[in-house]
C-alpha cells in the first residue's frame, strides 16, 4: 500500500540549478579565482553530486597535479568557496528567485490530506533546503515532512542510496510503501539501489540523462495525483 511520497530537492521540487549555477559563479569572482562555469559545463559538472565535491573535481580537472597541503589547504578552499556560494544562494531563494516546479505542492497537498507521510532525500545543504521551503510552504515547513536527508545526515553522496536508505529506516517504512521523485541520473540510481520506484521530471540540465528503470518520466508533476501513482504501481 502506498504510505508516502520521497522528494528529492534541486531539479525535482524546483528548477534551482541555474541559480546554483550564478552562486557559484559569484563565489568565483568573490575569491579572485578566473574560474567561469557556462550552462554546458555546468551541465557535465551536475554529473558529480555535491557541490563541494563538483568544485573538486572541477579544481582537478583544470589542475590534474592538485595535491592536498599540509593543514588543508586545498579542503580549507573548496569549504570556503561552498560557504560564499551558498549564502549567495540562499539569498537569491529569499528573493524569489526560485519557485516550485508545476504540480509539486498540489501534490503534496493532496497526498497529506490522504493521509500519506511526506519525507525529503538529497544530497543538498540544510540551508539550501530550508531556503527554498520556507519560501515556498512557510516557516513551518518541516512539520509537513516527517523525515529530511542530506548532506548533513547522509554524507555519501547519490549514486550511493545511503540518504534513501536513512529517510526510509527514519520513516520506519519498506521501499514498497514509498514512491521517490528525482531528477537526474544519479537520483534515480540512488532510489533504486534502496529499492523504491521512481517517477523522473527531468529538467534542462539532466534531460539527456538516461532513465531507463524509473517507474514514469513525466515532464513535471502537473498531472499526478496519488491515484495515478497507484495505478502506476498496480495498486
Known amino acids: ?25 559569484h563565489a568565483f569572482r568573490e575569491e579572485g579565482l578566473d574560474w567561469h562555469w557556462d550552462v554546458p559545463l555546468y551541465t557535465r559538472l551536475l554529473e558529480t553530486s555535491g557541490g563541494k565535491e563538483r568544485i573538486l573535481s572541477y579544481w582537478r580537472s583544470v589542475q590534474p597535479e592538485l595535491k592536498e597541503l599540509d593543514g588543508g589547504a586545498v579542503q580549507a578552499t573548496v569549504a570556503r568557496l561552498h560557504e560564499i556560494k551558498t549564502a549567495y544562494y540562499e ?38 533546503i530550508a ?22 545526515n547522509a554524507p555519501i553522496k547519490k549514486p550511493h ?14 521501499a514498497a510503501q514509498c514512491v521517490a521523485f528525482e531528477d537526474s541520473a544519479n537520483g534515480l540510481k540512488a532510489a533504486t539501489a534502496a529499492g523504491l520506484p521512481t517517477v523522473i521530471t527531468p529538467n ?32
Open 1 to 25: 500500500m502506498l504510505s508516502a511520497l520521497i522528494f528529492d530537492v534541486d531539479g525535482t521540487l524546483a528548477d534551482t540549478e541555474s541559480v546554483h549555477l550564478d552562486a557559484f559563479n
Open 91 to 128: 539569498n537569491a531563494v529569499n528573493s524569489g528567485a526560485v519557485s516550485l516546479r508545476p504540480g509539486v505542492l498540489a501534490l503534496m497537498d493532496e497526498a497529506r490530506a490522504q493521509g500519506l507521510q511526506l519525507a525529503i532525500a538529497t544530497t543538498t545543504s540544510p540551508v539550501n
Open 131 to 152: 531556503a527554498l521551503l520556507r519560501s515556498a510552504i512557510g516557516p513551518d515547513w518541516r512539520t509537513h515532512f516527517l523525515a529530511v536527508g542530506d548532506a548533513s
Open 161 to 174: 542510496p545511503q540518504v534513501y536508505q536513512k529517510v526510509l529506516a527514519d520513516m520506519g517504512m519498506a
Open 204 to 235: 534542462s540540465y539532466t534531460a539527456h540523462h538516461d532513465f531507463t528503470g524509473a517507474l514514469r518520466v513525466v515532464p513535471d508533476l502537473s498531472q499526478v495525483g496519488v491515484s495515478r501513482l497507484r495505478e502506476w504501481l498496480g495498486h
